[in-house]
């Protein structure tokens, strides 16, 4: 009888543990959702519906910029302005998914657009 009643506690307590662990994992759940969410992060670009989310992103010298293209059509992340790449930075093409980089050494403002879009999609990075 004494033992009976010592268990109830230690059963509760992996009931309990059982819980924990599931709100561990739901937590885990949202974390993964929130890393897919469609806003930017700092010193992130989404490509989104043909445009490039912020339009102006504005950092310090020394920080990479990230561009992620959510569209299902290609898109390029390339500097210079429509028709006259500069050669500075070149993504090639992104598909859905697709990421690019650049860190930003030198200060200035540097215009971006897309090739593949190249009437509509713009961009610039300003670095200070
Ligand atoms: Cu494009």
């Avoid at 859905?96 to 050494?105: L, P, R, V």
Wanted: one cysteine or more; charged letters at 10%; hydrophobic letters at 30%.
């Amino acid at each position: 009888m004494k033992n009976k009643i010592s268990f109830l506690p230690v059963i509760t307590l992996l009931l309990f543990a059982g819980i924990t662990g599931c709100s561990k994992n739901d937590y885990g759940t949202n974390s993964y959702t929130n890393s897919m969410a469609d806003t930017p992060g700092p010193n992130e670009v989404f490509i989104q519906n043909i445009t490039f989310n912020p339009k102006t992103i504005t950092v310090s010298a020394g920080t990479t910029i990230k561009w992620t293209n959510k569209d299902n059509v290609a898109h390029t992340v390339s500097s210079g302005t429509p028709g006259s790449p500069n050669g500075i930075f070149e993504s090639g093409n992104l598909g859905n998914g697709g990421t690019f980089s650049y860190m930003f050494n030198t200060k200035g403002t540097f215009p971006y657009y897309c090739k593949l879009h190249q009437d509509t999609m713009t961009g610039t990075v300003v670095v200070q």
